[in-house]
T-cell receptor, first 113, second 117 residues
Framework: EDKVVQSPLSLVVHEGDTVTLNCSYEVTNFRSLLWYKQEKKAPTFLFMLTSSGIEKKSGRLSSILDKKELFSILNITATQTGDSAVYLCAVRFYNFGNEKLTFGTGTRLTIIP | GAVVSQHPSWVICKSGTSVKIECRSLDFQATTMFWYRQFPKQSLMLMATSNEGSKATYEQGVEKDKFLINHASLTLSTLTVTSAHPEDSSFYIC?????????????FGPGTRLTVL
């Protein structure tokens, strides 16, 4: 069964801390892994990863994919209260010729001032 | 950047009525649109994949007769919840894939919150 698992489910840290969010997956015909940030409405795109070992970076956020071990991490350094959100990991794959995007349950990150 | 809109943002209806939700790609063409449902504190669950000009592909457990999807143009897909019941109350989100998106990226709409009384 295709699945995407995120950990931890919830994380509370102080402003300025660095956090690492985890995403592991088991899918057939993997194509890419995506990270999204969801606040009160629909998710906003952060990163798309297709190749192992290549770090993607955007400001204080960075992410990397390990296709051998089937996982990805999302790092946030020097966290700010505006980083509080649910972070979703999604994996794009093909299933019987149909393209699918399966989401993990998300990690709820809370930054305490 | 690519923008996807949904209408309405929030709808409250009586049990037994039908509700139509529109998803539009505003500045790009989308051959494929996806419909998701999200219950409180849960992740997005794919309901169906909508391809322009053809029938939608529904995920297992999603009733195609209850959730009617129409993708009549490259910029518009609609989801109609027929004979809605309180258990259909949820946050419905659509996303659209750019026709020229070789690098692949799904752009999400802002979502529609459906409350069925």
């Amino acid at each position: 069964e295709d699945k995407v698992v995120q950990s931890p489910l919830s994380l509370v840290v102080h402003e300025g801390d660095t956090v690492t969010l985890n995403c592991s997956y088991e899918v057939t015909n993997f194509r890419s892994l995506l990270w999204y940030k969801q606040e009160k409405k629909a998710p906003t795109f952060l990163f798309m990863l297709t190749s192992s070992g290549i770090e993607k970076k955007s400001g204080r956020l960075s992410s990397i994919l390990d296709k051998k071990e089937l996982f990805s991490i999302l790092n946030i350094t020097a966290t700010q209260t505006g980083d509080s959100a649910v972070y979703l990991c999604a994996v794009r794959f093909y299933n019987f010729g149909n393209e699918k995007l399966t989401f993990g349950t998300g990690t709820r990150l809370t930054i305490i001032p | 950047g690519a923008v996807v809109s949904q209408h309405p943002s929030w709808v409250i209806c009586k049990s037994g009525t039908s509700v139509k939700i529109e998803c539009r790609s505003l500045d790009f063409q989308a051959t494929t649109m996806f419909w998701y449902r999200q219950f409180p504190k849960q992740s997005l669950m794919l309901m169906a994949t909508s391809n322009e000009g053809s029938k939608a592909t529904y995920e297992q457990g999603v009733e195609k007769d209850k959730f009617l999807i129409n993708h009549a143009s490259l910029t518009l897909s609609t989801l109609t919840v027929t004979s809605a019941h309180p258990e259909d109350s949820s946050f419905y989100i659509c996303s659209a894939r750019d026709l020229e998106g070789a690098k692949y990226e799904q752009y999400f709409g802002p979502g529609t919150r459906l409350t069925v009384l």
